[in-house]
């Protein structure tokens, strides 16, 4: 893997660059994962056509440091997204973001400004309140999660978010809930970014209020068939074809 020193975490971020065509989609993952655990099927499926990819596993997760004295505020990460791109000196990039990771890649578009050629989100965060497992995780105090709670998540979860959720700081899922649920105005920030953008949303996810007013108002959107929220395990075909089309 790659590596490189982000000021704004204060640690060394880790990435794979996977060779291919085209300005990089760079991919941003959701709480408790890797981009490293989650992606290469997707990126590596015909559908997705060889585009160059680069998986980014962010502080506190995956390959990268997991320093204690870092915030793991959506913002922050979007800070470390965006020193990633001048790191690299990217002309013009994609970015693709999941879940806590949609909401992420909301405020790294908005730091990235013309170097973005197209932005597409998967369920994201919209909205402050954080999703079912946030709340899960932050009923708990910081010290009650990170000595006892994470450990029983990981031995009771039997899908593959146990395997990331593993090798991910607790400190850091703890601390990304909590921002998660502190929340901003990511729906009104995704509608306003003047660059193409897409919400994707798994089929087992519906109905869902935010998918139905953007696609009314004219945003693009697709359904993804045959999955749900974790949509790159259930139906990697799905969304590396989703992903190749928008970057086209």
Same mark, same amino acid.
């Given at each position: ?8 975490? /204060?640690?060394? %971020? ?8 085209? !300005? ?15 992606? +290469? ?17 962010? +502080? ?46 909301? @405020? $790294?578009?908005?730091?990235?400004? @013309? ?5 597409? %989100?998967?369920?994201? /965060? ?17 010290? @009650? ?14 899908? +593959? ?5 593993? %090798?991910?700081? +607790?400190?850091? %899922? ?10 901003? /105005? ?29 696609? !009314? ?16 395990? @259930?139906?990697?075909?799905?969304? $590396?074809? !989703?992903?190749? /089309?928008?970057?086209?």
């Amino acid at each position: 893997m790659n590596a490189f020193f982000s000021s704004t975490a /204060n640690c060394d %971020v880790r990435w794979q660059d996977l060779p291919g065509s085209g !300005a990089p989609l760079i991919f941003i993952h959701g709480l408790g994962c890797a981009s490293s655990y989650e992606y +290469p099927r997707v990126v590596t499926d015909p559908m997705f056509r060889g585009r160059r990819a680069i998986l980014v596993d962010l +502080p506190g997760c995956g390959y990268s440091q997991k320093p204690k004295n870092y915030s793991y505020s959506i913002s922050d990460q979007a800070r470390v997204v965006a020193e990633l791109v001048e790191y690299l000196g990217l002309a013009q990039c994609f970015l693709y973001g999941h879940s806590m990771g949609g909401s992420i890649s909301i @405020e $790294a578009a908005e730091y990235l400004g @013309e170097r973005l050629s197209g932005l597409v %989100v998967s369920e994201p /965060n919209f909205h402050p309140g954080g999703g079912f497992f946030s709340q899960q995780i932050c009923s708990h105090s910081e010290d @009650e999660f990170v000595n006892g709670i994470w450990q029983s998540m990981i031995t009771r979860d039997t899908g +593959p978010w146990a395997g990331s959720l593993a %090798v991910d700081a +607790p400190w850091a %899922v703890w601390r990304g809930a909590a921002s998660l649920i502190a929340g901003s /105005n990511w729906y009104e920030r995704f509608v306003a970014l003047p660059v193409a953008k897409q919400l994707l949303v798994g089929e087992h996810s519906l109905p869902d209020e935010d998918f139905a007013t953007l696609t !009314a108002s004219g945003i693009s959107t697709l359904i993804l068939a045959d999955c749900g929220h974790c949509m790159s395990w @259930e139906n990697p075909e799905a969304l $590396a074809h !989703a992903l190749a /089309n928008f970057c086209r």
